[in-house]
């Protein structure tokens, strides 16, 4: 039986900054808005996330998370089939 890893915010990072232009130096927890990332980058984000990571993530639901942390654990949840 095969267990999936739960999703590290910084990968998440990782494409925001090589993807969107977020800075480097921007913290997980560091709120999208205050990144001034609007719907249609979070919808691109979504995106990419669901072809990385085979499973279907929507760009409202990025909104909600807000942050690169809280996108990790949605991320996780569904990876892990939760």
């Known amino acids: 039986m095969t267990t999936r ?3 590290e915010p910084e990968l998440i990072l990782d ?12 913290a997980v927890d560091t709120d999208f808005e205050s990144l001034d990332l609007d719907s249609l980058v979070l919808v691109e984000l979504a995106v990419m996330l669901t072809k ?13 998370a807000g942050t690169a942390a809280k996108v990790a654990e949605l991320l996780s949840a569904k990876v892990m089939g939760g």
């Not at 494409?15 to 921007?26: G, N, R, S």
């Not at 990385?52 to 909600?64: C, H, M, N, R, S």
């Open 15 to 26: 494409i925001l900054t090589t993807e969107f232009e977020v800075p480097a130096d921007t």
């Open 5 to 7: 890893a739960a999703i």
């Open 52 to 64: 990385q990571y085979d499973v279907e993530v929507a760009g409202d639901e990025l909104v909600a």
